[in-house]
């Protein structure tokens, strides 16, 4: 599948067809004879208001405050700083070219040609087909363009000033103002040619934006521009033709593809998402753009972002970012780690501020790209699984593609001063165990003052994960091990067991067993994505079963859209092969919109209490979705890949070709009719290959040496290695 096709009428924003470079994305959507190019950019931030950490913030008091019931001084103490009437920093809306067809003119439909990033828009008129044709620079200019107008096709660029006006996003606490001039902009000033059109924004406390209109014959082209003041200047910028953007992006796209490995799957659902969502990360990633947040670049122009479109580390950066891991698009994930690199002198004031310490690093929960906390929510500011997440993250970097140089330079430094903040918060029981004496799971119980306790199994699967990973990168770097990251293998428990002998489940934390329907699976963090519990251990089989019963038990009442994907992954670990089908397949049918957006809130009534308050667009529900693919594949941990335990027995055919797993290792692999026919793994650096089959018990094991190819397949129908080869 090379395309993707929606049919219009396409009514909200994020219904229409997706462009961008990873700074600017434009979506194409409309009705009638309307097409509209709704432009926005993901660092388009006003930076005022929010949260800087102050000494106050302490573990210790926070502690004390929680355990004494010290309600308002908690909630006080988490404010956000006001300027004036803006309590958040939030990315800022940008503008709309509004292309009005001649009236016998119909849309039709868009086809976007994955390929080579280019959109067409299908429009009839006396029963003949005709195309409009979109592209973007693919490199930092953010510059869109399109051929194929007409005479009698006009052109009108418009605000996100006038545009954005009379809707009440505010009252759903998805946004702060309902207009640009009640968060204190002044109207843009606007230059009208005939041939061109622009306008430039002042803001309050950044640099003023502006858009730029160009047409000439048949093309027009529409760029953003950062600093710009005068739009009557700006009218006499330069804009690129059709043919110059469309061959760059061709080209870019072509190199894009190249190496992603290739996918057959028998359910054609899920390979639309596994294409289409390939091919939206390829844009909100772009290594030449900026690290994406909820909505990556695709900014309405009629409200502010749901949420201020900030970076939250409690799942969804990490959700967003993970495709690229098994895709090999090991470039498209060094942005997020050079954004949360460039913070580490406030990280390091943070880790000061919280544990006391002066060789630590602290990641709140919700960020402006600057790392200005969004403030107002105590249990997802001090949950330090955050910036855990994102070291575990960057060592996975290194160990899939390599570079450990990074690992060397920045990664293991960041790495060690998490757990040192870590370090400082666990505390020595009287039987030599550690534990955590406080510690939240995120979003359950919201910002309720009982939403804590001792032991979060979140917090301890992050902490075993992200120790094991230190001492890896101690032994590849040949530098000291820490004493303490031995202790803590020894000493702190992976989860918070709730119950006894064979009552036993794993607990949110101690003395919480899950109580409720919750979008947030944490508790269920040390099997997926944390891999810190092997499902496989017959030591667990029990308790995790029981887990599962209740957590099922609870139903998706209150689930969000990229809950689904993190439980399709949890399915997959547990051989539920037909249950991870399902929950992607129940995403794509209610979690989508119209025109295949990804969304936060169930898209009808009656699929989820979330559900009132239009379209929502996230993109970590779309990026999960992948993720959630390539596990069914094969997933790892502990050094062991796991092949095929999301693909039902029933399919007759998958197939993947050239898939990337840790250990500098690459893959191709078959199964049909739940048995694995074949896997040619190629180890690139040499390590120890270690895997598992979903229909075998064995772990197969085997030295390699670098660039040997390794091939297993069945004979007289046992599955097992076959000739050895160099590659």
Known sequence: MNELRRNFPLTEIQQGAMLGNGLAGATLWGSGNILNLTIGCASLWDHRGGMEWKPSQNYSDISRMLKNGETESLLNLFKCNWNGNVQRPSLIPLGRVVIRLPEDCMLIRYVIKMSSGEVRIIYRRNDAEYTL?????????????????????????????????????????????????????????????????????????????????????????????????????????????????????????????????????????????YRSGLYKYGIMSNPSGVTP?????????????????????????????????????????????????????????NARCFVSIPDGYMLPHAVDNRCTCMGNFWSGTIDHACGAWIAIMMYEYCDYSGDFEFLKNDAFDFMKGIMNVFKAMLMRESDGTLSLPVGTSPEYGEDALWAWGRNSSFQLAVIHRLNRYLIKAAEKLNLPQDPFWHEVEENLPVCSIYGNGKEREIGLWDGQVLEMCHRHHSHLGGLAPFGVIDPDDPDWTEIISRSEQRWTGMGMGQWTGWAFPWASQIRTRLKHQEAAVMLLKFWKEYYNNAGGGSLHDARCKGISIYDFRGEVMQMDGAMGAVTAIQDMLCFSHDNVHCFFYGIPKTWKKTEFHGLFLPGGFLADGCFEHGRTISLAISSRRGEKLMFKTADSKELFQSPTSPGELLCFGLRNGVFQRQEKAKE
């Open 133 to 273: 044709e979109f592209c973007c620079d693919m490199n930092r200019e953010a510059v869109f363009v399109c051929r194929g107008l007409t005479d009698g096709m006009t052109l009108e660029l418009k605000s996100s000033w006038e545009l954005f006006q009379g809707r009440d996003y505010s009252k759903f606490q998805l946004c702060e103002h309902n207009s640009l001039k009640e968060r204190g902009f002044e109207p843009p000033q606007f230059f009208r040619g005939r041939m061109v059109q622009a306008f430039c924004q002042a803001m309050p406390a950044d640099p003023s934006f502006a858009l730029l209109l160009k047409r000439k014959g048949c093309e027009f082209s529409a760029g953003f521009f950062r600093g710009e003041t005068d739009p009557s200047k700006l009218a006499k910028r330069k804009v690129p033709s059709f043919q110059e953007i469309h061959t760059k992006s061709s080209s870019w796209w072509k190199r894009y593809w190249k190496n992603i490995p290739h996918v057959k799957l028998e359910d054609p659902d899920l390979d639309e998402i």
């Open 293 to 349: 947040g909820l909505q990556g670049p695709w900014i309405e122009d009629d409200r502010l972002p749901p949420w201020m479109g900030d970076y939250h580390f409690n799942i969804n950066v990490q959700m967003c970012a993970s495709p690229g891991y098994r895709a090999g698009l090991f470039l498209h994930l060094r942005p997020l780690f050079e954004m949360v690199l460039s913070w580490r002198e406030k990280l390091r004031k």
